[in-house]
């Protein structure tokens, strides 16, 4: 069972892949070691709390979840309330937490963790990447220490959610981006390309809905909030759940499709920064860019039954 220290910006998808991993915790079919949040749905400490209120409710109380970047390296802070409400859970108003976030910061946690736990943990990043450059920044030898790196960022082929060409996490800090993809540590990238053709329909909610389970109701209620934000991008009710692939994958990678290129960040294009960009040619003249395994396709039926029955 992998051992799983995620960091993420809780955040509805996110919220919904605390509760996935929760059952797998449960079935004895995942570790959750440690969550830490950055900026980008939400500011970090309302990510926080929201983690722990999550975590609350699914029974899962002895996670330590730490603070981390405040900021992107390289820019303003930006948040997405309008896909995951101004509180990060769709409006929802949910009582405070008991629990509280650990003392140190998420960077901090990130190094501690895999000093601890060298080459055993899954580091599942569903959020911004300045939490990982800032640790890679602190701990060089950080590509070593973990056994895999699953994140979800990205777009190649398929358009961009924040600008016509950007993916959300990398846009929210492309320097970031651009270090942890270079970083030569096994790396997994869960690009949009794979994560907009499992967009769950009216009908999967309606059944999410209907189960007799108060996470369930909790779920159902959120992703309402976010099925609503996406008839914009949909043209109908319905929700991609970018983060829960990411996690599913990193369970078990068996139902993804991959290609294996070096993977760069456009930095400074006028209307492109932010945008994910691999080189397909077979040959490379850039030898030293290491290459990311990026998911490209995925088997969709698995993943919605997956999720729904985990959810239920
Ligand atoms: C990503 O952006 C965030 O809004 C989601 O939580 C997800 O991690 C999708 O682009
Ligand atoms: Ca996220």
């Known amino acids: 069972a992998p051992k799983i220290l ?11 892949t605390l509760l996935y991993l929760a059952t797998l915790v449960k079935a004895g079919e995942a570790e959750l070691v440690a969550v830490g949040t950055v900026h980008g749905n939400v500011a970090p400490d309302v990510g926080a709390l929201n983690t722990l209120r999550v975590l609350e409710r699914a029974g899962l109380t002895e996670v330590p979840v730490a603070v981390g970047a405040v900021r992107p390296m390289a820019q303003d802070v930006n948040y997405a309330h309008d896909w ?15 629990g509280r976030p650990v003392e140190i910061s998420a960077p901090e946690q990130i190094i501690r963790l895999g000093r601890e736990h060298p080459g ?46 950007a993916e959300a996490n990398v846009w929210h800090d492309p320097e970031a981006a651009e270090l942890v993809l270079g970083a030569g540590w096994p790396i997994t990238l869960v690009p949009l390309d794979a994560t907009h053709p499992t967009a769950v329909d009216g009908g999967w909610l309606d059944r999410l809905a209907e189960a007799d389970s108060e996470v369930a109701r909790f779920a159902a209620r959120i992703l309402e909030f976010y099925a609503t934000a ?6 109908k009710r319905g929700a ?26 456009e930095l400074r294009g006028e209307r492109t920064r932010g945008t994910t960009l691999w080189d397909r040619r077979l040959y490379a003249d850039e030898g030293d860019r ?23």
């Open 240 to 265: 991609v759940i970018h983060d829960a692939l990411a996690a599913m994958l990193a369970v078990d990678p068996s139902i993804g499709e991959y290609a294996e290129r070096p993977v760069r960040v």
């Open 290 to 312: 290491p290459v990311v395994r990026v998911a490209v396709g995925v088997d969709v039926a698995a993943f919605q039954d997956r999720l729904l029955a985990a959810l239920r």
């Open 84 to 98: 995951h409400g101004t509180d990060g859970l769709g409006e929802t108003g949910l009582p405070e937490p008991a």
């Open 6 to 16: 995620l960091d993420c910006d809780t955040g509805i998808d996110d919220a919904i």
């Open 230 to 235: 996406y008839t914009r991008s949909l043209g």
């Open 120 to 165: 055993e943990l899954t580091l599942l990043a569903v959020g911004p990447l300045t939490n990982l450059a800032i640790a890679l920044l602190l701990e060089p030898s950080l590509p070593t220490l973990f056994r895999e790196v699953m994140v979800m960022g990205g777009a190649f082929d398929h358009q961009g959610n924040i600008t016509s060409h």
